[in-house]
């Protein structure tokens, strides 16, 4: 049995849409026999990083801000799996990425070139095996997701941990409300998690069956365009 971690940010932590669909690939994890646990960014309050590398060269992998880090840096010590969940705000929440570069302390700073690129590896102690990405956007076509992919590829490539997946929705302001496919949606998002717990990878039709168009782009900026003279109703 392994554990998964996730750590999202949401401006509305039951309801929002990220929040949705994270919660199914959460539990896909689970039937496939993964214990998890859930963070929101917001409760963990992560500082910037001052970038004076004393988790590297004056206290390897500890961190000196004393913050909601120093709660989740243990559970991530165990976690098999990483889960990153955020919405798209051009490219991300700030919190989200303060926390990312708060993982330093978890790498070893031991340099590598690998491919033409300088990569590093997580340190001993923590069990890391592969991260994944939950992400939903509010403009319609999925390339609007590609920053954040590549932010979470980046990291778990520096890190040499597999990067096994982004389970992305698009236009998430109709796909997940009632005028779109909410149960579709969401049950693929659960049927990715449980993929990759039990066949190691998430199949790309499940990934697909997420990410579906749903209307097309013109007549979803009108959507959008009248839910904001509407008030967001």
């Given at each position: 049995m392994g554990m998964?971690?996730?750590v999202y940010f949401s401006s509305s932590p039951e309801s929002g849409n990220t929040a949705r669909l994270l919660t199914s690939f959460m539990k896909g994890l689970e039937r496939g026999g993964d214990e998890t646990r859930t963070f929101d960014v917001k409760e963990i309050r992560p500082s910037p990083c001052t970038g004076?590398?004393?988790?590297w060269f004056k206290d390897p992998g500890?961190?000196?801000?004393?913050?909601?880090?120093?709660?989740?840096?243990p559970v991530l010590r165990e976690a098999d799996t990483l889960v990153l969940g955020t919405p798209v705000y051009i490219p991300l929440p700030g919190e989200m990425q303060?926390?990312?570069?708060?993982?330093?302390?978890i790498v070893e700073p031991d340099l590598e070139t690998r491919e033409g690129r300088t990569r590093a590896r997580v340190r001993d102690g923590y069990r890391l095996s592969r991260v994944a990405l939950v992400a939903?956007?509010?403009w319609w076509e999925i390339e609007n997701l590609d920053t954040v992919v590549r932010i979470a590829r980046e990291f778990a490539e520096d890190a040499s941990v597999p990067f096994v997946g982004a389970v992305l929705r698009p236009h998430a302001a109709m796909a997940l409300s009632p005028q779109g496919k909410p149960a579709e949606i969401l049950e693929a998002a659960e049927q990715a998690g449980f993929e990759l717990v039990s066949a190691g990878e998430i199949r790309p039709e499940t990934l697909a069956t997420v990410s579906q168009p749903l209307i097309g782009q013109e007549d979803y900026r009108q959507y959008m365009n009248q839910m904001r003279a509407g008030?967001?109703?």
């Open positions: 998964s971690v996730a004076e590398m004393h988790c500890s961190c000196y801000i004393q913050d909601g880090m120093q709660d989740f840096y303060n926390l990312l570069n708060r993982l330093c302390p939903t956007g509010g008030g967001g109703g």
